[in-house]
């Protein structure tokens, strides 16, 4: 059974930025601002280069996504998602799904990176193993 109900792709999907927790070497923690996409049940983030981030999924596959919505519950609280999962890294294909995400996140027809021939880069996999935060995903 997956955890992605309606509720929580549809959050995913929206077009909001996200924030990619990872842990550096030294275990503190080490956050992004990304963009995020999916691909069947997998939350994806696309990175040109190997930065942080990548280096540290690649040493320890530990991440958490969060993702603020539109939304404001009954109570008056914005709602957002917490998705907390372990990531793989594929290298390659990060200027194609950029590309998809520009769609999204800058809007149509936005050429993204804006660049003849960008490097390869990776795309972050998370499979998602609990989903929390504030909305109907966590009735």
Excluded: C
């Amino acid at each position: 059974m997956t955890l992605l109900t309606p509720e929580v792709r549809a959050a995913i999907t929206a077009g909001h930025l996200a924030h990619l927790a990872t842990i550096n070497p030294d275990g503190s923690p080490q956050v992004s601002l990304v963009w995020v996409g999916l691909e069947g049940d997998e939350l994806v983030v696309g990175h040109l280069g190997s930065g942080r981030k990548v280096a540290n999924l690649r040493r320890d596959p530990r991440a958490v996504v969060s993702i603020e919505t539109d939304q404001t519950n009954p109570m008056g609280l914005q709602e957002y998602l917490v998705v907390t999962g372990t990531a793989r890294i594929t290298p390659g294909g990060a200027p194609e799904l950029l590309q998809q995400l520009a769609e999204v996140y800058l809007g149509p027809g936005v050429r993204f990176p804006p660049m003849d021939e960008p490097p390869p880069g990776n795309v972050i996999r998370i499979e998602p193993r609990h989903i929390g935060g504030v909305g109907p995903w966590s009735a």
